[in-house]
């Protein structure tokens, strides 16, 4: 989840969902509440560390940690030196998780399917919008910290493309590397209250309304195919402030196109074959998942 959400276009709650820890992640981010505060300020520390899954938060906050630290770094180079294969396989991973999802929901209405399209256009819609700039104080951090987290954790949807949308990416990056602990505290402030409400909200979608939300979910996934079809055409490029690449927009292209376009070989074979290998390994977990179930 830490090396999708630090690759413009691949959501942490993409990943999430396709490793079947969604609904545990949303659980325990809703068990956040008054009641988890009262059972840690009360001495409580066990009822609060069930009340939080924290076994399960620590595991995954780790694992997002040494991701950020170290495969981040291997993701960068590969994204670099091997772009069309890393995304075909992001391409197929994503669609085969899209598809699955669709296949469990009960029975696919009229309403339904019409959410299903909702969630693909809106998705799809998002790689197309242009760049904002916003302008204000400490309360534009706060909103950006917030709507960043949200987008996060819907799968298909992209924190960091938003703060790109938003016009924070910059100011974000700008703000790490400087260690601008008024700025990273505002944005970290927002993006922790929109994880609690939020959750609520989901965990609320997903008791009452399952099947539904889950056809939008499946649309966001859907949708978000575009961000990471491999053959791209690049525009938008954001720069710092010494002139070094931060982001860019891309609109996707026929693999021909882009070898007029780039003046290098489409790898057309090569990436179809590592997006079936994609596709399959969700096929496989999958199945691996069904028959630990039916075995327990």
């Not at 009262?38 to 001495?43: D, E, I, Q, T």
């Not at 960091?160 to 700008?174: A, D, Q, R, T």
């Not at 966001?220 to 961000?227: A, K, R, T, V």
């Amino acid at each position: 989840m830490g090396t999708a959400d630090l690759v413009p276009g691949v959501s942490g709650g993409t990943i999430a969902l396709i490793s079947g820890i969604y609904y545990r992640l949303i659980k325990a981010i809703r068990c956040c509440d008054l009641i988890a505060l009262k059972f840690l300020l009360s001495g409580n520390i066990k009822q609060f560390w069930n009340r939080l899954d924290g076994g399960f938060l620590v595991i995954l906050i780790s694992g997002i940690l040494v991701s950020l630290f170290s495969l981040a770094r291997i993701v960068e180079v590969l994204l670099a030196d091997y772009p069309l294969p890393i995304w075909s396989c992001f391409f197929g991973l994503i669609l085969a998780s899209a598809l699955f999802l669709i296949h469990k929901i009960d029975h696919l209405s009229f309403f339904r399917s019409f959410l299903l399209l909702t969630g693909i256009i809106l998705s799809a819609s998002v790689a197309l919008l242009p760049e904002l700039a916003l302008v204000g104080g400490w309360e534009i951090i706060v909103i950006s910290g917030f709507v960043a987290i949200v987008a996060m954790i819907l799968p298909g949807i992209s924190g960091s493309f938003i703060l790109v949308l938003l016009g924070m990416y910059p100011s974000l990056i700008k703000a790490i590397s400087e260690i601008d602990l008024f700025f990273l505290s505002l944005f970290f402030g927002g993006a922790i209250t929109g994880l609690i409400v939020f959750s609520r909200v989901l965990t609320v979608l997903l008791a009452k309304a399952n099947d539904a939300t889950m056809a939008v979910m499946s649309g966001f996934l859907l949708g978000s195919l575009p961000m990471v079809w491999p053959w791209k055409k690049e525009f938008g490029k954001y720069y710092d402030e010494d002139g070094n690449p931060l982001s860019f927009q891309s609109s996707p292209i026929s693999p021909w196109e882009y070898s007029d376009y780039h003046g290098v070989a489409s790898q057309v074979e090569f990436c179809i074959l590592v997006m079936l290998l994609g596709f399959v390994s969700i096929c496989a977990l999958e199945l691996f998942a069904s028959k630990n179930v039916a075995s327990s």
